[in-house]
């Protein structure tokens, strides 16, 4: 069964910095691609950043250029996702998702409807 487990969510005040932990289960990582997604209250779930299993290629939303990192340990079939320069902006609940391509996304990884295998979430809140 495939299961994603995100954890490292937390408070944090403003221009802080967080570390996200998406461990995987079930299944290698090999051929997959990983994406983060969010929520806030009220809004819908968009693609934060992804990064393909295989090759290491990475994608950011426009608004995290600069700001997050994603990154992958195959060994460990865990992504991690490093957020700096945290605004209050930045506070919802924080996803991880996972997919096996036939094509590659490219771009289109931060989609969310790509995505069949999807973990509980981890609250990320900033204060001002």
């Known amino acids: 069964e495939v299961q994603l487990v995100e954890s490292g969510g937390g408070l944090v005040q403003a221009g802080g910095s967080l570390r996200l932990s998406c461990a995987a289960s079930?299944?290698?990582?090999?051929?997959?691609?990983i994406g983060w997604f969010r929520q806030a209250p009220g809004k819908e779930r968009e693609g934060v950043s992804c990064i393909g299993s295989s090759d290491g290629t990475t994608y950011y939303a426009d608004s995290m250029e600069g700001r997050f990192t994603i990154s992958g340990d195959n060994a460990e079939n865990t992504v991690y996702l490093q957020m700096d320069s945290l605004t209050p902006e930045d506070t919802a609940v924080y996803y991880c998702?996972?997919?096996?391509?036939?094509?590659?996304?490219?771009?289109?990884?931060?989609?969310?409807?790509?995505?069949?295998?999807w973990g509980q979430g981890t609250q990320v809140t900033v204060s001002s």
């Open positions: 079930g299944f290698t990582f090999d051929g997959y691609v």
């Open positions: 998702a996972a997919n096996k391509p036939r094509r590659p996304y490219g771009r289109r990884c931060l989609d969310r409807s790509l995505y069949d295998h």
